[in-house]
């Protein structure tokens, strides 16, 4: 059973740091992408970062000299770092991993969330 486990947030101060980590496990499917939503409090989810297999990488505007997406293929796993934070990156950030099936297509999966929350 494919699942996919963030982990890594939390409480921080404008201007402060973290660090997030997402992990895909129990499949042998190969990655197509990786990439972290976002979902503030009233708000609709939006695309943050994406990486794919050949590690192109793409970003919201408003992060992309902030935040950095980055992959560790051997374990399935993807990082956000997020630097400068400000009080607009609070919200649930989420992991969402896309897989090349076998049987052709591809499989996506979503994680359950982080919670990331920004103080002045």
């Known amino acids: 059973q494919v699942q996919v486990v963030e982990s890594g947030g939390g409480l921080a101060q404008a201007g402060g740091s973290l660090r997030l980590s997402c992990a895909a496990s129990g499949t042998t499917m190969s990655i197509n992408f990786m990439r972290w939503y976002r979902q503030p409090p009233g708000k609709q989810r939006e695309v943050v970062a994406t990486i794919t297999s050949t590690g192109d990488t793409d970003y919201l505007h408003s992060v992309k000299d902030r935040f950095a997406i980055s992959r560790d293929n051997s374990e399935n796993t993807v990082h956000l770092q997020l630097n400068n934070l400000t009080l607009e990156d609070t919200a649930v950030y989420y992991c969402?991993?896309?897989?090349?099936?076998?049987?052709?297509?591809?499989?996506?999966?979503w994680g359950r969330g982080t919670q990331v929350t920004v103080s002045p």
């Open positions: 969402n991993v896309d897989f090349r099936s076998p049987f052709g297509g591809s499989r996506n999966y």
